[in-house]
Every structure is written in C-alpha cells, then in structure tokens.
T-cell receptor, first 112, second 112 residues
Framework: NAGVTQTPKFQVLKTGQSMTLQCAQD?????MYWYRQDPGMGLRLIYY???????DKGEVPNGYNVSRLNKREFSLRLESAAPSQTSVYFC???????????FGPGTRLLVL | KQEVTQIPAALSVPEGENLVLNCSFT??????LQWFRQDPGKGLTSLLL?????REQTSGRLNASLDKSSGRSTLYIAASQPGDSATYLC???????????FGQGTRLTINP
C-alpha cells in the first residue's frame, strides 16, 4: 500500500493564480482531511469529508474549496491564491470514527 | 472551543536521559488524544492513541498518560536516543466530532 499520497510536493504560485492540490489514499478509508501547517501554529483543519459525497468546513476554510471525487481522492482548490496561503498542506485519512489519522508527506506551497 | 497547548516549544537534552513532554487542553469532553511525531520536511506519524476511558498507553520506550479532569497529557520517553529528535505534536478529538485539534508541537533535540 502506498498509504496517503499528495501531489505536487512543491509549488510556487503568483498572487491570483489558481491550483488544485491532489490527495489519494489506497487504504479504503472513509474520512479524509486537509490541514495547513504554519510555523508556530500547529496544524489547522481546512476541510474534511466524513464519507464519499460529503464535505464540511474546518477551522480555516476561507479561500479554499474541496471535492471528494470518490472514496480514494480528496482535492483542495485555491481559486485565487494569496500570500497568506503560503503554507505546508497535509492530507490525512482515517479508517473509521475516532481512530488514528494517516498523513501524507505534504505539499509545500509558496505564493508570491 | 477546544484549545491545545504544548510546553515547551523546544527542548534539548543529552542522549540517554528520560524526558517528559507536556500537552494541555481546555475542554475535558474529549473522545481521544493522540501523540504524533514529525520529522523535518515530512508528514506526521502516529505514535500513541489514548481513548477517553484509558489512563495510559505504552509503545516501546514511549508512554503516554491522560488525565481528563485536569486537561493534561504527558509523553514520557525513556533512555532518549539521537533518533528521537523530531517535533512531537499532541491532538485531541472531541465527542461528536471527527476532527482533531492540534497543539503547536515541541521540537525535541537529543544530543549525542
């Protein structure tokens, strides 16, 4: 099993550009999550999907949209990137309610 | 709103010492608490998960305790090794939510 995979690993954007961060898991997990990690702030939840076909906002959803394409894939879209969205983005999945989360390796995004 | 705090932000100790990392949370109505390890430039790896009904969990040289009434958890690392150098994060999940709230992490350095 590859676990949780994320693409791209690193991206540089100009302010106003758009992009989609991809996440996939091959563990047949129901729930998937997107976090951002900033220095001194820990991880903050952007969006999550409890099951295929559902999505919910987390702590910091503004400026982002998500799509749960199928059970395996959960994408995060920045429609108009801003410098404040410079961060490391992590995707995670969980097999069932209240179990441990499995994390991807992260996407490092720099918005100029 | 649940808030999770980890003190200290950084810790440096000589190899072989036993050490304790601290985590506190403001809302005691948690479902579980997890400790993660994060190596530089990498994703998070789950170390221990303590359900709300448990007082502690052990894995090898690691022992995590949970005191819900005081809103505290500790991660005890025995006989520390340079390979233990990493950032350690704790996260709590509240009842009725599938979302984790993370602390800011403690960056641990073990000096040979």
């Amino acid at each position: 099993n590859a676990g949780v995979t994320q693409t791209p690993k690193f991206q540089v954007l100009k302010t106003g550009q758009s992009m989609t961060l991809q996440c996939a898991q091959d563990m047949n997990h129901n729930s998937m999550y997107w976090y951002r990690q900033d220095p001194g702030m820990g991880l903050r939840l952007i969006y999550y999907s409890a099951s295929e076909g559902t999505t919910d906002k987390g702590e910091v959803p503004n400026g982002y949209n998500v799509s749960r394409l199928n059970k395996r894939e959960f994408s995060l879209r920045l429609e108009s990137a801003a410098p404040s969205q410079t961060s490391v983005y992590f995707c995670a999945s969980i097999p069932g309610a209240q179990e441990t989360q499995y994390f991807g390796p992260g996407t490092r995004l720099l918005v100029l | 709103k649940q808030e999770v705090t980890q003190i200290p932000a950084a810790l440096s100790v000589p190899e072989g010492e036993n050490l304790v990392l601290n985590c506190s949370f403001t809302d005691s109505a948690i479902y579980n608490l997890q400790w993660f390890r994060q190596d530089p430039g990498k994703g998070l790896t789950s170390l221990l998960l303590i359900q709300s009904s448990q007082r502690e969990q052990t894995s090898g040289r690691l022992n995590a305790s949970l005191d819900k009434s005081s809103g505290r958890s500790t991660l005890y690392i025995a006989a520390s090794q340079p390979g233990d150098s990493a950032t350690y994060l704790c996260a709590v999940s509240n009842w009725g939510a599938q979302k984790l709230v993370f602390g800011q992490g403690t960056r641990l350095t073990i000096n040979p």
